[in-house]
């Protein structure tokens, strides 16, 4: 099997073509997300927007900034500004270059001021606390420059207390591992350098024993796989240096067989509809398995290596260093 990318090309300049379905007003909170894994795609695809295509998508950030929240994004606009939706929208302006355009420093101090005594952060003003927003907060904050914002260490020291006896992490101290959530600690961890107060081997085949027999991963034991854990899980492993852990072939195939050969786009699992979600995933998984001719993509930011590069950010990750 091979990768139908002028099938994808197509399916993700079609997205937003109906805004008028049910579908399209159901997902309107998740709109910052979904322009960051359309733009990302097409971005690995190596299909760079057009000028204006690119110009109206930035606008669009820029007008999704909350007057309520100095400095931070909302998932759409006239929604409140979260913590996730404001490193995603930091995400697609790195991509498109347009990170001149924001106040960093502001951005800095809303994420900033999410911060609790614990070291942990919150996803916004209402308190929600999981380790997703931690590694927002240490990625947008790297990217912008401002790291030294906050408290480095209180974050190691929470992020640790998500660690679980099986060596993976779950979303907050005391709860069930989970693939994504592991995600999201170790990079994190990697990008407060402090991978070394990790058990990577045990880390690493709890990670691997998500391949399931038909080459996909799951995020719990006894789950179905789904292919957006070939991203979660197989960055997390490249990160600790342990990818060759897993048979990437097998995985590669499970991808492959998501895809939508007709119309584009890649689901969850072969069989059912694509969606842009997994559409990303599965394409940053096959680049990091270098299956496709896709542009490489960076395990700990989820940019394309090329961004990573341009913006001069810390690399973070030797092997995956200019």
Known sequence: MS??????????????????????????????????WGVSAL????????????????????????PCNPGGFSPNVGHDADITATHYALLVLAIYGGLDRVDGASVAEY????????????????????????????SAL?????????????????ILRCCNYDGAFGPMPRAESHAAYTFCAVQALALADALDAVDLDALGWWLCERQTPGGGF??????APDVCYSWWILSALATIGRAHWIDGDKLA??????????????ADRPGDVADVFHTFFGLAGLSLLRKADLAPIHPVYALPSATVEALGLPAVLTEFSS
């Open 3 to 36: 990768l139908v990318a002028e099938k994808h090309e197509g399916y993700l300049r079609n997205l937003d073509k109906d805004r008028e379905s049910l579908e399209k007003m159901m997902t309107e909170h998740l709109r910052m997300g979904g322009a960051y």
């Open 43 to 66: 971005a690995l695809l190596q299909k760079a927007d057009e000028e204006q295509h690119r110009e109206e998508i930035i606008e669009w950030i820029l007008t999704c900034r909350d």
């Open 218 to 223: 799951n995020g719990r034991p006894e789950k």
């Open 111 to 138: 994420i900033a001021s999410l911060q609790r005594e614990d070291g942990s952060f919150s996803g916004d003003r209402w308190g929600e606390v999981d380790v997703r927003f931690t590694y927002c907060a240490l």
């Open 253 to 266: 195939d499970f991808i492959f067989a998501a895809q939508d050969a007709e119309d584009g786009g890649i």
């Open 142 to 158: 790297t990217i912008l420059g401002h790291l030294d914002r906050v408290d480095v260490d209180a974050c190691t020291r929470w």
